[in-house]
């Protein structure tokens, strides 16, 4: 069974920054995509960041210029959060697809003003 477990999240001041990590576990093949979602009490998920295995990167609005994904190895991907603002508050997801959508448990980050 495959499996995605986050680590990294964290409390921070307002323009401080933040390193998540996800891996996948259980699997040999490479996961066709690696995501952060994230969701708050005031928002619906939403998409943060997607890296693609062929390397193209896509970001939510609201991230780009400030949040970075790399994709390391084969199936460990990486979100660097800088600049973080209190509505970055939330829980983030790691998300992946390999034959099916596969989701992590999620991991807090709590950004203070």
């Known amino acids: 069974q495959v499996m995605l477990r986050e680590s990294g999240g964290g409390s921070v001041q307002a323009g401080g920054s933040l390193r998540l990590s996800c891996s996948a576990s259980g699997t040999v093949f490479r996961l066709d995509y690696m995501a952060w979602y994230r969701r708050s009490p005031e928002k619906e998920r939403e998409l943060v960041a997607k890296?693609?295995?062929?390397?193209?990167t896509y970001y939510g609005d609201s991230v780009k210029g400030r949040f970075t994904i790399y994709r390391v190895g084969k199936n460990t991907v990486d979100l660097q959060m800088r600049h973080l603002k209190p509505d970055d508050t939330g829980v983030y997801y790691c998300?992946?697809?390999?034959?099916?959508?596969?989701w992590g448990q999620g991991t807090q980050v709590t950004v203070s003003s």
């Open positions: 998300n992946g697809y390999r034959s099916s959508e596969l």
């Open positions: 890296a693609m295995s062929n390397g193209d």
